[in-house]
């Protein structure tokens, strides 16, 4: 039996929001013709499909423009839909992009624990390896021996160097080291594992700023990414800790994970929408490959629910 393509994973993934707003969105066009009453219900269904209503305002605004008093059948008013949300998101889709001189490029990873952030680690590791990027880790989460030990099994998994200390070290030293090492050897790319600890902002926020006074000791353009990992699953939750991440981390890019456990995938078009940060990739699954670059013609179609 064939592997399902990513565009079949995609659309797997998304089922439930997808059959969410393809509900919602039916239960909206009960007139041949699309009049105000007919929009009112269209951005209702945009809003319970935990699009945002900030999204929602502004479809029904270019539904208006384009087609007010004109028929709309379902499958129009889906592919309209779809045309809507891919214009909200073609302005974020960008793909990390390895350009650092020197090198290496330092990559950030923050994100709560459980939001899956190492996986996304490892799962970036092996897009770059892919690409024919040398790659190296940084256990920079030295606060749970069961990061690191992770970190390592997926480092192994993938085949890339891992520079780790001791449980309950000084994240900072260990991404001197890292970069030190980095240098040395010629990687491409080193991806620093963070703590994702939210309880004490003021202590997450110093540890972040010494790690960014060691790297720009070393590389002055460093890190060159601070990538946030949401999980999709926290819905509004997830769109909060861009709010708390982007103050004490000064977020330059998003991966959303975790689309495929829930019917709130809406949510990545609401963070388009209110942030305009860079979606760099998203993850419909727990495989080393289940996390590609962010295609937002084909997440708009997903969500919709065009074929």
């Known amino acids: 039996m064939s592997k399902p393509s990513w565009t079949e994973r ?15 969105l039916a239960e909206a066009v009960t007139k041949a013709k699309l009049d105000d009453a007919t929009l009112d219900d269209v951005e209702d269904a945009l809003i319970m499909s935990d699009l945002g209503p900030s999204a929602a305002a502004r479809i ?5 423009e384009k087609r007010f008093g004109l028929e709309i059948s379902a499958e129009e008013l889906k592919q309209a839909v779809a045309d809507e949300i891919a214009a909200i998101l073609r302005p974020v889709a960008k793909p990390l992009e390895i350009t650092a001189f020197p090198r290496p490029q330092v990559l950030l990873v923050i994100g709560v624990n459980g939001s899956g952030k190492t996986t996304t680690i490892a799962k970036l590791a092996h897009l770059f390896v892919e690409d024919d990027y ?12 069961a ?11 993938v085949g890339v160097p891992l520079v780790r200390g001791p449980e309950g070290g000084d994240p900072a030293s260990i991404v001197f080291d890292a970069v030190k090492k980095g240098t040395e050897i010629g990687t491409d790319v080193l991806i620093v594992d963070t703590a994702g600890r939210l309880q004490n902002k003021r202590e997450l926020m110093d540890e972040l700023s010494k790690i960014r006074k060691v790297l720009g000791r070393l ?4 890190p060159h990414d601070v990538v946030l990992v949401l999980d999709a699953t926290n819905g509004q939750n ?17 991966v959303m994970t975790k689309l495929d456990g829930t019917a709130r995938g809406g949510v990545l078009v609401q963070a388009a929408e209110l942030y305009g940060l860079p979606i760099h990739a998203i993850g419909v699954g727990e495989k080393i490959d289940d996390l590609r670059p962010f295609d937002p013609d084909l997440v708009a179609r997903v969500i919709a629910g065009v074929a």
């Open 10 to 24: 995609l659309f797997g993934g998304f089922k439930k929001t997808s059959e969410r707003l393809t509900e919602n």
């Open 60 to 64: 029904r605004e270019r539904l208006r």
């Open 134 to 145: 040398n790659v190296m880790l940084a256990a920079g989460d030295t606060f749970r021996a």
């Open 147 to 157: 990061a690191i030990g992770q970190l390592q099994t997926w480092a192994d998994r």
């Open 219 to 222: 590389n002055p353009e460093a």
């Open 238 to 254: 997830a769109l909060s800790q861009i709010d708390v991440f982007k103050e004490v981390a000064g977020v330059t890019g998003l």
